[in-house]
């Protein structure tokens, strides 16, 4: 079992930057496939993208692509998410989540566990 939490998250202006954080307990970080998903308001969670158990392959969903790096430190149990040139309409809540599966993990189903979240505000 793995506990996540994000942070990192605030208000920042289009075309800014941020990184967020997720933190893991436990001593099986590395075993977790870790994934990126957020959700704005009124519409469902939606995939952003994820890393592998090693840190290799990182993928990412096409409206972020380019823009978007996703990073795991095994050492320190943690994942990162850098937003660059970021746009409103990424705007929203953003969550890390871990699944013990490998592969193109695009669906919420396949992660067992989730952080709490963390605001991601992009003004225009």
């Known amino acids: 079992q793995v506990q996540l939490v994000e942070s990192g998250g605030g208000l920042v202006q289009a075309g800014g930057s941020l990184r967020l954080s997720c933190a893991a307990s436990?001593?099986?970080?590395?075993?977790?496939?870790m994934g990126w998903f957020r959700q704005a308001p009124g519409k469902e969670r939606e995939f952003v993208g994820l890393?592998?158990?090693?840190?290799?392959?990182?993928y990412y969903a096409n409206s972020v692509k380019g823009r978007f790096t996703i990073s795991r430190d095994n050492a320190k149990n943690t994942v990162y998410l850098q937003m660059n040139s970021l746009k409103p309409e990424d705007t929203g809540v953003y969550y890390c989540a871990a699944s013990s599966f490998e592969g193109r993990l695009t669906s919420t189903r396949s992660y067992a566990y989730w952080g709490q979240g963390t605001q991601v505000t992009v003004s225009s």
């Open positions: 890393i592998s158990r090693s840190g290799s392959s990182p």
């Open positions: 436990g001593r099986t970080f590395s075993s977790y496939l």
